[in-house]
């Protein structure tokens, strides 16, 4: 059974067609990149599949429900969790306490939550940090931090929006190294990212958003060498 | 001369050290790139050039002239423009109103209609969108906009903040390709760029941040071969 089941999806603003007919499947386990240039729609898609948007057509099956008008705290304690591409923690409130906000999804107790956070801050390598409020994080870290919050909400499904950018290469390979290590634990990702590096790295599957709409899909070397998806987003090599 | 001269610049955020010693040297014509991690000081150097931190310590000269005691708007006007990082547009503005906000200074305003005119031929899909709400843009029309307005201001130093930042492969080579193109017309640019590949091999020259100090300079080439560059900064 597939995971994630997204059924010619369309969504207007007015008379901007953001997303059209847009169909994904992701299965329990696999790891997908979304790639498209600035303005394709794929912060739309995530906003779709957490329920900050309505599609205006089609169906979005989580683990083979829907979750069309379902909100999002509801679709997230149904196990599919997102981060989001300009990290807002609050920023007086310490590292801890940041992700523990996560872990109340499923912890009904605040003993609970607390050992769930420090367990998730530990994991992303934010365990010496936790004490100090979210403002003092560096980029690297606070979007170490947005990966932390999300995880502590248990998600079987994790949507990135970038987590890359802003990065130097090195911040990048400590990043790709994290992502292995969470997809190591079962969860399954969807992955937005201009890094080509890392998407190319990560993913056992890339799809292709242009205008709203999927112009490739498949694995990474031949999405990389398809004409449509070089002239559209990757540019030639001069 | 250097057109633009650090010596000894110490800045803090409170107790907390920013910038430590800094010296750093530019050229007339060149393009230099500052590289290095995140929280190195890259973003504070910039600010301080531009006046909106002051050293504790130290000095930065422009031509030849103190400017770091000056108002920030008293340094753009002579010629210092900082392009942050983010792409700050204001959204309910045309483009056309965007870069004619950028010709402020009085010099800069009497040559209005030529800047525009220079801007629409470097950046020709601001010209299309001359009438457009600034906030409809993509990303990367907005990182045009955001360097078309600040070459409205007539700037012999081009200072940009992560231009590349979050924007597709294709847009990332098509803006660099421009800041190449600006330089050739004559303006010095200098570069902090996260993206540090591209920008030491578009550079003369650049320097390496490690802590608010200036770690190692030299030629882009040199710096690209630099094996410490290449395993801290480049992931080889």
Do not use: W
Not at chain 1, 87 to 96: G, R, T
Not at chain 2, 40 to 63: C, E, N, Y
């Amino acid at each position: 059974m597939t995971l994630l089941d997204v059924d010619c999806v369309t969504k207007r603003f007015g008379g901007l067609t953001a997303v059209s007919r847009f169909s994904l499947s992701v299965a329990p386990g696999e790891m997908v990149g979304l790639i498209g240039p600035n303005g394709a729609g794929k912060t739309t898609v995530f906003h779709l599949l957490s329920g900050f948007h309505t599609p205006t057509e089609g169906d979005i099956r989580f683990k083979g429900v829907s979750v069309v008008g379902v909100k999002p705290h509801a679709i997230c304690r149904r196990g599919l969790a997102r981060t989001f591409q300009i990290v807002q923690p609050f920023m007086n409130l310490s590292v801890l306490d940041n992700v523990m906000i996560g872990a109340f999804n499923r912890a009904a107790e605040v003993a609970a939550a607390r050992r769930r956070a420090v367990d998730v801050l530990d994991f992303v390598g934010l365990g010496a940090r936790r004490d100090v409020p979210a403002r003092e994080l560096t980029l690297p870290d606070r979007k170490r931090l947005e990966m932390a919050r999300a995880l502590a909400t248990q998600p079987e499904m994790l949507l990135l929006d970038e987590v890359m950018s802003g990065l130097n290469p090195t911040e990048i390979d400590e990043i790709i190294r994290l992502i292995r290590q969470i997809h190591a634990q079962g969860v399954s990702l969807l992955i937005i990212e201009h890094v080509m590096r890392a998407i190319m790295a990560l993913s056992q599957r890339i799809v292709v958003l242009h205008h709203g709409e999927q112009i490739a899909e498949g694995r990474p070397q031949v999405v990389a060498r398809d004409p449509k998806v070089i002239e559209a987003y990757l540019g030639d090599e001069t | 001369m250097s057109l633009l001269e650090l010596s000894g610049v110490d800045v803090a955020y409170g107790d907390l050290p920013a910038l430590r010693g800094v010296d750093l040297m530019i050229e007339a014509g060149e393009t230099v790139s500052v590289v290095g991690a995140n929280g190195a000081g890259k973003t504070t150097m910039l600010r301080t050039i531009s006046g909106l931190l002051r050293p504790r310590r130290g000095q930065v000269r422009f031509d030849g002239e103190r400017i770091d005691r000056l108002a920030c708007h008293r340094v753009v006007e002579r010629g210092v423009v900082h392009v942050p990082e983010g792409r700050k547009v204001f959204p309910s503005l045309a483009v056309r109103e965007n870069l004619e906000l950028g010709s402020y200074p009085r010099a800069a305003k009497a040559r209005r209609a030529d800047s525009l005119e220079r801007v629409f031929t470097l950046f020709p899909r601001l010209r299309e969108r001359m009438s457009q709400a600034a906030g409809t843009l993509s990303g990367g029309e907005q990182q045009m906009l955001v360097i078309g307005r600040a070459l409205m201001t007539l700037p012999r130093l081009l200072m940009l903040d992560e231009p590349s930042l979050g924007l597709a492969p294709l847009i990332v080579k098509e803006i660099f390709h421009i800041i190449a193109e600006i330089n050739r017309d004559g303006t010095t640019v200098l570069l902090v760029e996260q993206n540090t590949r591209q920008a030491l091999a578009l550079s003369r020259r650049g320097y390496v941040l490690e802590n608010g100090r200036v770690a190692l300079s030299g030629s882009g080439q040199e710096l690209l071969g630099n094996e410490h560059v290449r395993r801290a900064y480049l992931g080889l």
